[in-house]
């Protein structure tokens, strides 16, 4: 549902906040005649009943006279109001008009209310919802019978779900929060709980500490059968609350967030304020998110939080120590230093996905991730090359809009800008800004150049107009090495930006202040500089090939004119895994977007060495399962194609073998997962039948070790017959443990066969999966058969949308079909969107359409260029 703005100049007021974003252009739905500043919150929830009773009093500021307070709510039947001040209760209760359009609840005074402090009370009810929105339930199957769990989620705007509020990020406010619960059950919000009492039969009443400031979407409640294990980190307790029985898979975590609180503190200089930091673990999964930073009270799906050993891979557990430092990194950047309207997201998932990056290369160096960063780079950029881009500081009009905000630009683009400019002013200059931000606007609400100043001021040097050009305007600078000349030991090296753009070859390019860094073969002496007015022309020591972005820190793709390209093909296996990573993913791209040969990739894939880093063979994996997409089909090629890939791969699987060998490093476990993957998808015959003999012989333990379970049962999904779909479905439903059995569910939603594809469908709309599974069924479908998925859950839409959380919908359906290389699927999507979707939300339909031209476009010019290559003998 979209919801009307209207964008005031306004003044953020912000009682005992360090600082303050006054004067900000800061849009609101709500008047500033009313200023919150505690809520005292009393919930009975009904889980059964999937209802809840609530009553809230909130202290409040009257800053001008008004007849009408407006504060927004949602779902909630308001049974009485009432408004006190000094004089005592105002003699006439107010009417009250909730409105769902607007997601406000209006009361309405019959004489004028003065500025002054008021406490404001309202008694209402509500509904407990099925997905992650507001407060939900989610049930599942336990040793004991069936069970069920109540939490929150109520980021961007779904407080007002829970709790009439004035749900804005800029109005921070205190909370104290009372529950009436099961006196079985354990109950845990942001704070610890500060008394327990009597409630009458089985009932007990709980009431945690009041709150620091803090904006409503960050406010957590969970109610469940649950266990809580413990660490300390200084003079935090950290907590795991897991469903019973489940406490010994949270011991990764605890140890991790331990680790990543203690490296917080000391990079913030800021100590994390609250007595405790938890993290709350759910089965099921959301459309939406993965896990989120409630202050005190993280809340994760157990998929990203628990280690099974029984399917947990080695991947899986460097993700959730990346999860865990993104959402800690939040305690201090999101929630104690808030951003003050959605615009500038990006300044809570930006910045906490490259803290995550740089916690997780520094406390685990034995991974090796630095290397992932090219990788989230070049996704970023995939979005960012699109008409339909926007910049990183968006603006925010809609609910739905707000919900789309996050996306790779908001995150992975954000990340990206961060390491570039990181990387230009040094480490302990950002640092040092990075500490100046955070004390001076605790507890308070900022805009990005509120961080640009920080930074500026601690490195003295001008970082603002870098990061508006990057941060302002959207799309990819593309610095273009016209000249690499060598003379008496020196290089010349000429640099031209332009922009890389993926849909308009005929575009104007946009103009940027860009950071480069240059160096011999990657590794020998660095130059660095910035390319200013669209050229600039560097000189570097010795006459290597020159490798521009060395280290891969810059956001822009690097194309090299064709005989510097064949020079870093001739000494690429020489070159740091880093820019051979950066070159890999520049020339595949690049390649795809007709600015230099489409093959050029396969060149560098030749020219990788059987032994480079389990990251290059990764990312290699990645452009030869692209490749094979594209030419997927066509009955000569195709073949002829998956034959060159597997012979590149299947060597360096065989040296790294089906089973994890004790102390292998980290990114070997990995590769073999991907490896056993990518071969399974070309089709390798060697791969799926030795993965369909492991999975026959599956009562032997050793046959599929834990670490490799997803991905031989992957193989055999893909490659299912009906009988074989009928055995993994079998397993599903008997399966116990909702991790196990919700990845067994999208096992059977990911083969390849069209008819057992369609079965999955239907299965995924009734009961039997659950209720959070439904969606990832329908999108796992979706992967392999978009326009099949598509067609189905528009055709069941009201079906589909009962298992789908809201502030997903708007861009569901669109990413459904955005994998179709169909150009008939443009006018569906459209037509869907007019339809369904407000006119001023509608980026992730154009996205979804310009995906599909693109895909249309590649495979055009793939395939041609792609059988040459192989003709030329290039197998």
Same mark, same amino acid.
């Given at each position: ?28 739905? $709500?008047? @500033?005649?009313?200023? %919150? ?11 059964? *009943? ?14 001008? !006279? ?5 504060? =927004? ?26 409105? %769902? ?30 997905? #992650?929105?507001?407060?939900? *339930? ?30 804005? %990020? ?21 704070? %610890?709980?500060?008394?327990?009492? /009597? ?35 200084? &003079? ?16 990764? +975590? $605890? ?17 994390? !304020?609250?007595?405790?930091?938890? =993290?709350?673990?759910? !089965? ?40 865990? +430092? ?10 104690l230093v808030t951003m003050a309207w959605w615009d500038d997201l990006w300044l809570n998932e930006g910045f906490a996905s490259w803290m995550a990056g740089r916690t997780t290369e520094k406390l685990h160096p034995e991974w090796n991730t630095v290397l992932n960063a090219v990788a989230k780079r070049d996704n970023a950029m995939a979005r960012d090359a699109l008409a339909t881009t926007h910049p990183v500081v968006q603006r925010i009009e809609t609910v739905e809009q707000a919900a789309q905000a996050f996306d790779a630009i908001t995150y992975q683009k954000g990340e990206a800008v961060i390491r570039m400019l990181e990387g230009y002013v040094g480490e302990e200059a950002w640092r040092s800004g990075v500490r100046r931000y955070v004390a001076r606007h605790a507890y308070g609400n900022t805009v990005s150049d509120d961080l640009w100043k920080a930074i500026e001021s601690a490195a003295g040097k001008p970082v603002t107009a870098i990061a508006h050009d990057f941060t302002l305007q959207p799309g990819v600078p593309l610095i273009t090495v016209t000249e690499a000349a060598c003379s008496e030991g020196t290089s010349r090296v000429t640099l031209i930006q332009g922009e890389y753009t993926k849909d308009r070859p005929d575009k104007k390019p946009l103009a940027w202040r860009v950071p480069v860094i240059l160096a011999p073969e990657g590794k020998g002496q660095a130059v660095r500089a910035v390319v200013e007015g669209g050229r600039a022309t560097v000189i570097v020591p010795g006459c290597a090939p020159v490798i521009v972005n060395a280290g891969?820190?810059?956001?822009? @793709? ?14 690429? +296996? *020489? $070159? ?12 595949? #791209? ?33 452009? $030869?399962? *692209? ?45 073999? =997962? ?36 997803? #991905? ?8 299912? /017959? ?78 589909? =949308?009962? @298992? ?35 006119? @001023? ?8 359409? #310009? ?20 003709? &030329?003998?290039?197998?």
């Open positions: 549902m979209s919801m009307p703005l209207n964008r005031v100049l306004a003044a953020i007021f912000i009682t005992g906040a360090l600082a303050t974003a006054s004067a900000a252009e800061i849009p609101t739905q $709500l008047p @500033r005649t009313v200023r %919150p500043t505690h809520y005292d919150i009393a919930l009975t929830p009904d889980a059964g *009943a999937l209802t809840f009773a609530g009553k809230v009093g909130i202290s409040l500021d009257v800053l001008q !006279p008004t007849t009408t307070i407006t504060l =927004n709510a949602l779902d909630l039947a308001v049974s009485s109001a009432r408004l006190e001040g000094k004089g005592g209760v105002l003699a006439s209760p107010p009417r009250v008009k909730v409105d %769902p359009a607007t997601q406000t609840a209006t009361l309405t005074f019959t004489d004028p209310v003065v500025p002054g402090a008021y406490r404001l009370d309202l008694e209402y009810t509500g509904r407990i919802g099925t997905q #992650a929105v507001g407060l939900f *339930a989610i049930d599942y199957d336990a040793p004991a019978g069936r069970k069920r769990a109540l939490f929150t989620q109520f980021e961007a705007s779904d407080a007002r779900r829970m709790v009439p509020s004035w749900d804005e %990020p800029s109005y921070k406010a205190t909370f104290s929060l009372e529950a009436t619960v099961p006196v079985e059950e354990m109950a845990v919000s942001n704070m %610890p709980v500060e008394t327990r009492s /009597d409630a009458g039969p089985g009932r007990t009443r709980i009431r945690f500490a009041p709150s620091p400031r803090m904006s409503t979407y960050l406010l957590f409640f969970a109610l469940g059968d649950f266990e809580r294990v413990t660490t300390r980190a200084g &003079r935090t307790e950290i907590g795991i609350v897991t469903r019973k029985g489940l406490a010994s898979q949270a011991a990764f +975590a $605890l140890d991790s967030s331990a680790a990543v609180l203690r490296e917080f503190d000391e990079y913030f200089g800021t100590p994390y !304020p609250l007595p405790k930091l938890d =993290n709350i673990a759910a !089965p099921g999964r959301s459309q939406f998110f993965g896990a989120m930073e409630n202050w005190g009270a993280i809340f994760s799906f157990e998929y990203i939080l628990l280690v099974d050993p029984s399917i947990s891979t080695e991947s899986d557990r460097q993700n959730i120590f990346s999860v865990a +430092a993104h959402e800690i990194s939040h305690q201090w950047f999101g929630d891969q820190t810059g956001y822009y @793709r690097t194309l090299y004119a064709p005989a510097q390209f064949d020079r870093i093909v001739e000494r690429f +296996a *020489a $070159l740091q895994a880093i820019d051979q990573l950066g070159i890999l993913t520049d020339s595949w #791209a690049l390649g795809r977007a007709g600015l230099q040969p489409v093959t050029g990739a396969l060149d560098l894939v030749k020219a990788t060495p059987a032994a480079a880093d389990p990251h290059i063979y990764a990312q290699i994996a990645q452009i $030869l399962w *692209a490749v094979d997409e594209s030419v997927r089909g066509d009955a000569k090629l195709g073949p002829a194609f998956r034959e060159f890939a597997s012979s590149r791969l299947a060597p360096v699987f065989a040296n790294v073998g089906w089973v994890p060998r004790a102390g292998e490093p980290a990114p070997v476990a990995i590769l073999r =997962n991907q490896l056993i993957e990518t071969l399974g998808v070309l089709g390798d015959q060697g791969v799926v039948a030795e993965a369909r003999r492991r999975y026959a012989a599956s009562s032997d333990s050793e046959a599929i070790p834990g670490p490799v379970r997803k #991905a031989i049962l992957g193989v055999v999904a893909r490659h299912a /017959d009906a009988a074989t779909w009928e055995r993994l479905h079998a397993a599903a439903r008997i399966e116990m443990t909702p991790l196990v059995k919700d990845h067994l569910y999208t096992l059977l939603s990911s083969t390849a066969d069209e008819a057992l594809a369609r079965r999955a469908l239907a299965l995924a709309l009734t009961a039997e999966p659950g209720v959070t599974n439904s969606a990832e069924m329908i999108s796992r479908v979706g992967l392999e058969h978009p326009e099949l998925a598509f067609d189905f859950a528009v055709a069941h839409m009201d079906t589909v =949308n009962a @298992r789908l959380d809201a502030t997903s919908r708007s861009r569901y359906y669109a990413t459904l079909a955005g994998r179709s290389a169909d150009a008939a699927m443009i006018g569906k999507v459209q037509a869907y969107a007019t339809a369904h979707v407000d006119e @001023r939300s509608r980026r992730e339909t154009d996205t979804a359409a #310009a995906n599909i031209t693109d895909r249309v476009r590649v495979r055009q010019l793939v395939r041609p260029a792609v059988a040459a290559w192989l003709a &030329r003998g290039s197998r």
